[in-house]
């Protein structure tokens, strides 16, 4: 499709509890961004891939946070054991290039740890 | 030092003025330069690619300063549909974690 596919619009868990997101990236895009939007409007880069290959994970708080792209599924985010600071937008992002003129965003998951 | 800076504003600004707000970066060595639009925590959408001679795409004009560091847009005959938090973004080199953002500013435009 011609849209990075986001799912689900909406997640609430309880602290401690595991959220899984997803993403389907525009078909023929080799990137895939993961990044991680707080009240502040800053966004902080988490993860990227190169097709199902992990690009840059350096974003990642990688003892609790992991995250995958599979060939022919869609790319997911998954936090165990969540914490009430992951509450934030989660925006997954693909392009043709690394070179960052054609990044096209998905609508984003608002996650909400209560 | 932050890697992009903005001012995050608001700017409350008359319908038709113009207005023009500028960011800095750190990374000298960075490649290419956006405008990205953000609507009320929707996900941000490219408004336009910045180069060195400057790009203008109807009202909006945006202008690199390699030397200086900074990038600039301007609106001009600014529409209450304007309003939106633009978030300068920089792709420092290619590099595996793709773009660097600043914070945004904040653009309100009055009837």
């Known amino acids: 499709g011609e849209e990075v596919a986001q799912t689900p619009k909406h997640l609430v868990r309880g602290e401690g509890q595991k959220a899984k997101l997803y993403c389907a990236p525009i078909k023929g895009h080799s990137y895939v961004f993961w990044y991680q939007q707080v009240l502040k409007n800053e966004f902080k880069f988490l993860i990227s891939?190169?097709?199902?290959?992990?690009?840059?994970e350096t974003g990642m708080p990688k003892e609790r946070f992991s995250a995958k792209c599979l060939p022919n599924s869609p790319c997911s985010l998954e936090i165990q054991a969540t914490k009430l600071e992951d509450s934030a937008v989660y925006f997954c992002a693909s392009s043709q290039s690394i070179a960052g003129n054609g990044y096209t965003f998905g609508s984003g998951t608002r996650l909400t740890v209560v | 030092r932050k890697e992009v800076e903005q001012d995050p504003g608001p700017f409350n600004v008359p319908e038709g003025a113009t207005v023009a707000f500028n960011c800095t970066y750190s990374n000298s060595a960075s490649q290419s330069f956006f405008w990205y639009r953000q609507d009320c925590r929707k996900e941000p959408k490219l408004l336009m690619s910045v180069y060195s001679s400057g790009n203008e795409d109807g009202r909006f004009t945006a202008q690199l300063n390699r030397a200086s560091q900074y990038i600039s847009l301007l609106i001009r005959d600014s529409k209450l549909s304007d309003s939106a938090t633009y978030l300068c973004?920089?792709?420092?080199?290619?590099?595996?974690?793709?773009?660097?953002f600043g914070k945004g500013t904040h653009l309100i435009i009055q009837p």
């Open positions: 891939f190169q097709n199902e290959n992990v690009f840059d």
């Open positions: 973004v920089v792709n420092p080199g290619g590099g595996a974690d793709g773009l660097t």
